[in-house]
């Protein structure tokens, strides 16, 4: 087995599960406790489950939507900052095969900056989870420019982890297979990621780092056809719009074990922007683990993607 560092592994901490049910309602209750009991559980069974993976360190996240579900901007930041410590104190029981990104109520920018801040200088954590929008606001919002100041001064990644739109789109109307992870938070993600790139974010915060799961929400696959229709429409960026997709997004493969998608993403990015992730526990981690371990490609690109590029990104 090749070794991996795990980007996008999944916790739930004691103030946030309230936040998390109503993301269950459609799945059988059986399935739910066993996912509820894997999400909060930070000795036996994840450890095992990345032994058998291959996962050397996982780096831990709030399972969403947590606190960007919360009205109330005072008691998200308040709840944000009690999850934030209590997953660091897990993180410093097993130092060596944890590390954590910050959840976050960017609800209020300072404090959300100031909270990014003390998670990653005094907590040690390696940037930060958004799931999605946060009551409809997404990340390109001006009032967030606190925040992406203070991610790009702390050389903190940003991972933008889907969640369900405000809406759904009227073309799934009557089709459910097709909504949330399916086909709906593909679209949802890689719209808010392209939301970053066509608004200028990454010409205010040209160091800013955005990590997307999912092989990177299809974006790898349209690199050409965001260049040609961004001249086309006259948009004014300083870089084409690939290019901030190539110097400013890496992806993991979260929830995509596939070659073709692996090998798209590799060829539109570089070979140093594709990481591993298994999504645990809402995917099979032993599968991801597998799936890294024999997909055909060149056993130093299969190094890099599954431990160097994160050891060097989040400085592991
Ligand atoms: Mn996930």
Redesign the pocket.
């Known amino acids: 087995m090749v070794k991996k560092i795990a980007l ?1 592994e ?1 916790v739930l901490t004691p103030g946030l599960i309230d936040y998390w049910r109503p993301t269950m309602t459609e799945v059988p209750p059986a399935l739910t406790a066993d996912l509820f009991k894997r999400l909060t559980d930070f000795g036996d069974l994840r450890l095992e489950t990345m032994d058998k993976s291959g996962i050397a360190r996982a780096v831990l996240s709030v ?2 939507p947590g606190v960007q579900a919360e009205r109330d901007a005072a008691v998200a930041t308040r709840k944000a900052r009690e999850s934030n410590d209590f997953l660091a104190v897990e993180i410093q029981k097993r130092p060596d095969r944890y590390a954590g990104f910050a959840h976050i109520a960017v609800q209020d920018p300072k404090s959300a900056a100031d909270e990014l801040e003390r998670c990653v200088r005094d907590l040690g954590f390696k940037g930060a989870m958004i799931n999605g929008h946060t009551h409809g606001q997404y990340l390109d919002h001006p009032s967030l420019a606190p925040f992406w100041e203070r991610a790009e001064a702390l050389d903190a990644v940003v991972y933008i ?2 969640t369900d739109p405000i809406t759904p789109a009227p073309v799934l109307d009557g089709v459910p297979a097709l909504r949330r992870a399916t086909w709906e938070w593909g679209f949802e993600t890689g719209s808010h990621a392209l939301r970053l790139v066509f608004s200028g974010l990454f010409d205010r915060y040209p160091k800013a780092k955005v990590a997307l ?1 999912h092989m990177g929400e299809t974006l790898p696959y349209l690199l050409w056809r965001f260049d040609s229709r961004a001249k086309l429409y006259n948009v004014k960026l300083a870089k084409p719009p690939s290019q901030y997709i190539k110097d400013n997004i890496v992806v993991t493969v ?2 995509v074990f596939a070659a073709e998608p692996l090998r798209c993403a590799v060829d539109a990015l570089g070979r140093d922007k594709v990481m591993f992730g298994a ?1 645990y526990p ?1 995917e099979d981690a032993i599968e991801a683990g597998h799936f890294l371990d024999t997909v055909p490609i060149e056993e130093s690109l299969r190094e890099d993607i599954a431990y160097n590029n994160a050891a060097k990104l989040l400085n592991i």
């Open positions: 996008e999944h399972s969403g982890h889907p799961g979260s929830g999504d809402f």
